[in-house]
């Protein structure tokens, strides 16, 4: 009996200490994985082209004057800027990481706009491209664009592990609009009239226009 009763005892702290802790959770061995960040910065330029005109506002009829009389006449001075937008594009980065365990092996990224166009990405390497363990490869790019609508920029990268087959892909997008220029040209002109003294400023101009 004395025999029997260490067996089941042993048993018994055998399977004590073979199952996991309560609460924990098996850890599962974390394997290979890639993650992708971008940027999308518009710029645009705008034009103004400027049309001015000038109206005799004092008197408001003909006017008739007697040999020797003077009359001091009053005129005002319309000012209008009309911007034009142009040049749109946008620039930016496409950064992808190895996050995981071991080094990956991309393929060549491809970036489009929800519009259609397809973005020429620089990335100073030649693909198939090996991505060591925690390392990260940045790539630029620089696309000149049609006209001013809002945009979505997608990129994608498929990748593996053994350089023959691509079955992973990673992914990002950034949506862009534009907004303010990142230039502007005769945004303001000067108006001066040798001939006059000016009263205060003239009507007409546009809201984003400036005379000074």
């Known amino acids: 009996m004395r025999y029997g009763y260490s067996v089941l ?23 290979p994985e890639v993650a ?3 940027t999308a910065n518009p710029g645009f330029t705008r034009v103004y082209t400027w049309i001015i005109a000038k109206r005799v506002t004092d008197p408001a009829d ?4 007697a040999p020797g009389q003077a009359y001091r006449v009053e005129y ?3 000012l209008v800027g009309t911007p034009t937008d142009r040049d749109f594009q946008v620039e930016g980065t496409v950064t992808i990481k190895n996050t995981g365990v071991g080094a990956v092996v991309l393929k060549a990224p491809t970036d489009t706009l929800s519009t259609g166009e397809a973005v020429h990405l620089s990335c100073g390497v030649d693909f198939p491209y090996t ?42 997008e ?8 990142s230039q502007v040209v005769d945004g303001s002109v000067t108006v001066s009239d040798p001939s006059a003294t000016p009263t205060q400023a003239t009507s007409g101009v546009s809201p984003e226009g400036v005379i000074t």
């Open 76 to 78: 005002a001075v319309d």
């Open 174 to 181: 950034k949506a862009f609009a534009f907004q303010e220029p």
């Open 131 to 172: 991505l060591a363990e925690g390392a990260s490869l940045v790539c630029t790019y620089s696309q000149t664009l049609p006209d001013g609508k809002p945009r979505t920029n997608t990129v994608t990268v498929p990748w593996g592990t053994d350089g023959t087959s691509f079955p992973h892909t990673a992914s990002a």
């Open 62 to 65: 003909a006017l008739l004057l």
């Open 9 to 31: 005892l042993a048993v018994g702290l055998l399977a004590a200490c073979s199952g996991s802790p309560q609460g924990l959770q098996p850890q599962v061995a974390a394997g």
């Open 36 to 38: 992708v960040e971008k």
